[in-house]
């Protein structure tokens, strides 16, 4: 191997070895920068038709943040409404939670409880509310010791909050000077590479930008037509269960899981039968089936194009190596490394090794 080569090598182990560590130490910085990419891909189509009806980059970039501020803003207010709405709603149908809940309490635990009636187990309930108010300064005093040491003796949970603070102005240097970024990054490889590697890149940025403009217009759209059917079923909290499970979504499979569990509870308080949890049920694995039927394959298309049984397994690989945080990156990751798979398997068979030359 030429001694060039050996040092790009070496180099490659060590940026990779200094990403690891990075992430290891400080990963909710990567994660923040993460979100604020997924958000650039979301928005530079915007930015860039706008430079074409004749704004500059920096006017293009400001006029979509107005936008998508007003955009949130109002989207925010419908659900605070909606929200404060059910709330109320809630609150006046807590009598009937407390009988539903007594009904469902086997008789040797209402024995054992001393809860022979409903108005004792509200009794209870009080009686244990009002044991938490006053010992609470007792039971906080260790809690609020604990909190004090831990950021007095680390910056980084206060370094963390801000880092989500100022996503914003991640975006907005990333919108700002990507095209100069993505120039930078043509130009980095030796000229006999860019034409392969350009053809690489441009296929992983085709297949991550479609992933998150269309994953997250499928979680909207799952967000809606779950608290839609849930307030059709009159499932109390439907626009704050329906709206959860979709954004949720965002990890695969985790949203539906949420939703079935938390709208078939409520269904079983408020109206203790089997009717309305199983309509629950169906609600989910309708709209579930119209998603990987219908939805997704209309809105993301073939662009990630990963088999369900490799979703799953790196969402569990995510989950067990990066909380969270993995599991959010695990998709895109997992279809990166699709397409590396691919062009390698394309090379493989253009070898001479494969062809037996």
């Not at 130490?25 to 891909?41: D, E, N, R, S, T």
């Not at 928005?43 to 970039?61: C, D, I, K, T």
């Not at 078939?264 to 579930?288: I, R």
Request: net charge positive.
């Amino acid at each position: 191997m030429p001694r060039s080569s050996k040092i790009l090598l070496l180099l490659a182990c060590l940026l990779i070895a200094a990403i690891v560590s990075v992430w290891i130490k400080a990963g909710a910085v990567l994660l923040q920068l993460f979100i604020a990419l997924a958000l650039a891909y979301l928005l530079n189509p915007v930015v860039r038709r706008q430079e074409q009806r004749g704004l500059n980059r920096l006017a293009s970039v400001l006029l979509v943040f107005v936008l998508a501020i007003v955009g949130f803003s109002g989207i925010l207010l419908l659900f605070t409404l909606a929200i404060k709405s059910e709330l109320a709603n809630v609150q006046l149908n807590i009598p009937a939670y407390v009988q539903r809940l007594y009904d469902l309490i086997p008789q040797q635990v209402k024995a054992y409880l001393q809860i022979d009636t409903p108005e004792r187990l509200t009794q209870q309930v009080n009686n244990l509310a009002a044991t938490l108010r006053a010992s609470a300064f007792d039971i906080a005093r260790p809690l609020l010791s604990w909190l004090q040491q831990a950021v007095t003796s680390t910056v980084g949970f206060i370094l963390n909050l801000l880092g989500y603070l100022i996503i914003p102005v991640y975006l907005f240097y990333l919108l700002t000077d990507m095209p100069l970024l993505t120039a930078w990054l043509k130009e980095l490889p030796p000229p006999r590479f860019r034409k392969q590697l350009g053809q690489l890149c441009g296929e992983i940025d085709r297949v991550l930008s479609g992933f998150i403009r269309g994953q997250l217009l499928v979680c909207a759209i799952l967000a809606l037509l779950y608290s839609v059917g849930l307030w059709l079923i009159d499932i109390d909290l439907a626009v704050a269960i329906g709206t959860l499970a979709g954004a949720a979504f965002i990890i695969p499979y985790l949203g539906t899981i949420l939703g079935i569990v938390l709208s078939m509870l409520m269904a079983l308080l408020k109206f203790h039968d089997l009717l309305h949890p199983l309509l629950c049920l169906g609600w989910f694995g309708l709209v579930q089936a119209l998603e990987g039927t219908v939805i997704t394959p209309k809105v993301v298309g073939d662009t990630v194009g990963l088999h369900p049984l490799i979703a799953i397994v790196a969402l569990l690989i995510g989950g067990q190596l990066l909380g969270i945080g993995g599991m959010l990156l695990a998709i895109p990751t997992a279809a990166i490394l699709r397409v590396l798979a691919s062009h390698l398997l394309t090379y493989y068979r253009a070898s001479a090794f494969y062809q037996g030359a």
